[in-house]
């Protein structure tokens, strides 16, 4: 499987526990984006990432959500004390930099907050 | 700010009925714009990338253009397979480096 690949695909917390979604790039992307789509809302831009660097997390909430894309293994988007505002879809997509911005999306991950 | 204005929101068509879709936006130097499809619980799927006035590209049914103002997304003869929400981005000289995506059309082909 050459895609994006996130998982979970669906996830269910209870308010105040840790969610943690996880991103593997398409081979040969070196860029990753984290999106979140609410319910009858757009697509709406949280983070840019390269390994090891956060280049724009202008989209991110200031405070309980974080990111990382470590020198190996998959990209991670973390959210602290969930709350039911949280509950929505967390797309990760990926490109392959190098003056190609080119997205490609993962199949997203629903988070439910009970 | 940049915003992405899709219309219209809801369009539903007759099997072979063409149409156009349109995205307008407002952006501080356009660096792309692009059209993706979604299908229900699923990921966006990359269709186009535009990059200047003029250009156009087209995929089987689709054909995308671009005017410095708004892009449409033309359907020929549609079927319906082609069925789904398409979604408008940019990305921006300024501001943030992800892309800034517009609600969305949901297109329905009856057959």
């Known amino acids: 499987n050459a895609g994006v690949m996130q998982n979970p695909r669906h996830l269910v917390r209870r308010r105040g526990q840790e969610a943690r979604l996880r991103c593997s790039p398409m081979k040969g992307h070196s860029h990753v984006y984290w999106y979140r789509q609410l319910p009858e809302e757009g697509l709406k831009f949280m983070v840019y990432?390269?390994?090891?660097?956060?280049?724009?997390e202008s989209g991110m909430p200031k405070e309980r959500f974080s990111a990382e894309f470590p020198k190996e293994g998959p990209s991670i988007l973390r959210i602290q004390q969930v709350v039911r505002g949280d509950s929505a879809a967390y797309f990760c997509?990926?490109?392959?930099?190098?003056?190609?911005?080119?997205?490609?999306f993962g199949p997203g991950t629903r988070l439910t907050v009970t | 700010e940049d915003q992405v204005t899709q219309s219209p929101e809801a369009l539903r068509l007759q099997e072979g009925e063409s149409s156009s879709l349109n995205c307008s936006y407002t952006?501080?130097?356009?660096?792309?714009l692009f059209w993706y499809r979604q299908d229900p619980g699923k990921g966006p799927e990359f269709l186009f990338t535009l990059y200047s006035a003029g250009e156009e590209k087209e995929k089987e049914r689709l054909k995308a253009t671009l005017t410095k103002k708004e892009s449409f997304l033309h359907i020929t003869a549609p079927k319906p397979e082609d069925s789904a929400t398409y979604l408008c981005?940019?990305?921006?000289?300024?501001?943030?480096?992800?892309?800034?995506f517009g609600k969305g059309t949901h297109l329905i082909i009856q057959p």
């Open positions: 997509a990926s490109s392959p930099g190098q003056g190609n911005y080119e997205q490609y």
């Open positions: 990432l390269q390994k090891e660097n956060i280049i724009d």
């Open positions: 952006v501080s130097g356009l660096r792309g």
């Open positions: 981005a940019v990305r921006s000289g300024g501001g943030a480096d992800g892309l800034t």
